[in-house]
């Protein structure tokens, strides 16, 4: 099967006999180790910078109002509950009317949906605060080898990098924390 390629084109695949024939890119699996791995220690290089960055970004996506809010909605949403479960005995003792109980039913269940809604956004913040945290872990940790870093650790790479884009002449590298590196092949 020599000079045979695999070429794609949406979910169809199909052989194409020779390189004539064959527009897509190629790059030694060597070149590309190399050239990441020097994308790698340049954004190493400049580690305080990006540290410093992503502590930034990270402060103002998880300030101490963060907490405190999502406190004050927990709080909020059992004082509902309680509301609820005070208008349902009022029910029972024949304190209220069918119409009113379910019309403040009504009222509590909708206000209780949106704080729900706001803390969940407020909760998902915090989950990317972790993911940010568990990013600044590894990239601070591989800082801190930069000497030894002749190989690509498969699961540091999947933790620092966004995405790599194959270019003719080199590639762009870009990490999870934002930063964009582009690199001229390295052979």
């Known amino acids: 099967m020599k000079n045979r390629e695999i070429k794609r084109w949406g979910c169809a695949t199909r052989i194409v006999n020779g390189r004539s024939e064959c527009d897509s890119h190629h790059v030694n699996e060597d070149v590309l180790e190399a ?10 290089e400049n580690a305080e910078d990006v540290v410093n960055a992503v502590k930034e970004g990270a402060e103002l996506m998880m300030e101490p109002e963060t907490k405190a809010a ?3 909605i927990e709080e909020q949403i059992i004082e509902i509950q309680e509301a609820v479960l005070a ?15 379910a019309a403040k039913v009504k009222e509590l269940s909708e206000r209780m949906k949106a704080l729900e809604v706001k803390r969940d956004e407020l909760q998902a913040t915090e989950v990317k605060f972790a993911e940010v945290k ?8 591989q800082t801190m080898k930069t000497d030894a870093l002749t190989e690509i650790d498969g699961i540091t ?3 620092l990098v966004e995405k790599i884009i194959a270019r003719d002449t080199g ?9 964009a590196i582009e ?3 390295v052979r």
């Open 134 to 141: 568990a990013w600044l872990d590894t990239f601070i940790s």
């Open 171 to 179: 590639i762009e590298v870009v990490f999870k924390c934002g930063v």
């Open 157 to 159: 790479m999947k933790m």
């Open 70 to 72: 999502i406190e004050s």
């Open 183 to 185: 690199k001229e092949y």
């Open 87 to 101: 208008l349902h005995k009022a029910k029972q003792r024949l304190e209220i009317g069918a119409q009113d109980y």
């Open 35 to 44: 050239t990441y791995l020097a994308a790698l220690k340049e954004l190493i």
